[in-house]
């Protein structure tokens, strides 16, 4: 097999109703993809939020991996405070896991494909 030509990043889930956590591997294009569907569904709530931007050199060094991971998880704790509060949210009345899974795929575990 070859060398993995892009880089998953682990970001952790916390579930507020059931104080439990899980982590999910996603790559940054994913990340870019929630961000984007989530500023065409909730609109200016979404997009004031600063999402991490694109490196084109050095994107797959240590350094720029790790600052890169702990800007997603803020910008991912950000995107599920913001949505919390918003009535057309699936997170408005409920933060369970099911709910986040209902709020986008983004939040459901994959498969292990081994």
């Known amino acids: 097999m070859g060398k993995q030509s892009y880089i998953e990043y ?6 507020v109703e ?7 591997y996603r790559r940054y294009r994913t990340f ?4 984007t569907v989530m500023c065409s569904k909730y ?3 979404v997009q004031f939020l600063q999402f991490p931007s694109r490196k084109l050199f050095g994107s ?12 997603l998880q803020t ?6 405070s913001v949505c919390c509060k918003l009535p057309g949210s699936p997170l408005y009345k409920s933060q369970s896991r099911s709910q986040l899974e209902t709020f986008s795929t983004f939040f459901q575990t994959s498969p292990d494909l081994s």
Not at 32 to 35: N, V
Not at 60 to 69: G, I, L, N, W
Not at 75 to 80: G, K, S
């Open 60 to 71: 797959k060094t240590e350094s720029v991996s790790s600052e890169r991971q702990v800007d």
């Open 18 to 24: 059931s104080d439990a956590r899980y982590s999910i």
């Open 43 to 45: 609109g200016s709530a």
């Open 10 to 15: 682990e970001v952790n889930i916390n579930v």
């Open 32 to 35: 870019r993809d929630l961000h």
């Open 75 to 80: 910008y991912l704790n950000r995107l599920v």
